[in-house]
Each structure stands twice: as structure tokens, then as C-alpha cells.
């Protein structure tokens, strides 16, 4: 099991960019495929971006993609997301999640952080 913790969120315009952290503890992390999802009020939980244990490998949603980045520093025990050129529909709670598999569905993950708010203004 690991514990994550997420950070970065908050409000930003339309166009304008933010970078989530999400922080693991434990010395396994690097054993961890990393995921990025977000869930929208009244919207089911959706894949964003997984990344690779190595970081070698990475997958998107497609209306992200060109957008948003996902990275990972294994020696900090942290896993990013870079998110530029933010729209409205990009509004929702952030989460990071820790799996064996760079998949997309929430079932594929079995640790999960508490969230961050990310809210874009038009």
C-alpha cells in the first residue's frame, strides 16, 4: 500500500496553466504505475494519464492530449502533471492513483490520493 497526497490545484483562467504534484510515500514507489483522474460534479470518474513505472511509457486521454504532461521523479517519490492551455470542461477534482498497469479504468488502481480542486474560469 502507498499514501498519497496531491497538491498544485486551485483557480486559473481559461488559457492559463497549473502543475499537480502528487507526493507517495514509501520506498516502492518506483514499483508503481502512476495514474491522473479527475471527476467533474454529477460526472463519473475518468482517466486523464497513466505513466510507467520507469516513466518510459505513457498514456492520455485524448482531449488532453498536446495539453497536459505527465511525469515522474522516482527519486522524490513524485508523480506531476503538467496542464497547460486549461479550459473550462478541464473544471473538476484531480486525483492520483497507484497501480500495476498503465491502464485507464479506476478498477486497474488500488491506492488512491484524497483529490485537488482544478477550476478554470471563461
Known amino acids: 500500500q502507498v499514501q498519497l497526497v496531491e497538491s498544485g490545484g486551485g483557480l486559473v483562467q481559461a488559457g492559463g496553466s497549473l502543475r499537480l504534484s502528487c507526493a507517495a510515500s514509501?520506498?516502492?514507489?518506483?514499483?508503481?504505475?502512476m495514474g491522473w483522474f479527475r471527476q467533474a460534479p454529477g460526472k463519473e470518474r475518468e482517466f486523464v494519464a497513466a505513466?510507467?513505472?520507469?516513466?518510459?511509457?505513457?498514456r492520455y486521454l485524448d482531449s488532453v492530449k498536446g495539453r497536459f504532461t505527465i511525469s515522474r521523479d522516482n527519486a522524490k517519490n513524485t508523480v506531476y502533471l503538467q496542464m497547460n492551455r486549461l479550459k473550462p470542461e478541464d473544471t473538476a477534482v484531480y486525483y492520483c492513483?497507484?497501480?500495476?498497469?498503465?491502464?485507464?479504468?479506476?478498477?486497474?488502481?488500488?491506492?488512491w490520493g484524497q483529490g485537488t480542486q482544478v477550476t478554470v474560469s471563461s
Open positions: 492513483a497507484a497501480g500495476n498497469y498503465v491502464l485507464v479504468t479506476t478498477t486497474a488502481y488500488d491506492d
Open positions: 505513466i510507467s513505472q520507469s516513466g518510459g511509457s505513457t
Open positions: 514509501g520506498r516502492t514507489f518506483s514499483s508503481y504505475a
